[in-house]
């Protein structure tokens, strides 16, 4: 029998979880949304991610956190669960350095993807 499956992630910020998604090029949809199961089950999520199947991908806050909200047996996506998690918090882990650097005041002034996937970021500040 399906069910949903909660998997913890660190991911605390929504917006920097949106731009990461979209880096990906995820397609999602704002909540409070009910999640798509298996024989009409449901599950609320702050962010819905629609399959072609029926069966949708959610993440929701749980405490400080958002979880990966989804019935495993109808996930249809490009990665498997562990790829696409490694992606999403890549993109978010970035967009987070990003934003809080920049309320720092400080600027992205070298960005270089490496071999490995991995992205090295310089910031500076100038200071007056």
Not at 74 to 83: E, G, H, I, P
């Amino acid at each position: 029998m399906s069910h949903f499956s909660q998997i913890k992630t660190q991911i605390r910020n929504l917006p920097a979880l949106k731009s990461a998604l979209k880096d990906l090029g995820v397609d999602w949809k704002a909540g409070p949304q009910p999640i798509r199961g298996y024989q009409g089950q449901s599950q609320t999520a702050e962010l819905v991610i629609e399959q072609d199947n029926g069966y949708d991908i959610g993440f929701s806050k749980k405490d400080e956190e958002y979880e990966l909200v989804a019935d495993m047996d109808f996930w249809q996506q490009a990665w498997s669960v562990d790829r696409f998690l490694e992606q999403v918090t890549q993109r978010y882990a970035y967009h987070t350095v990003i934003n809080t650097t920049a309320q720092q005041g400080f600027q992205v002034s070298e960005e270089v993807k490496n071999e490995d996937g991995s992205i090295r970021l310089v910031v500076q500040r100038w200071n007056a």
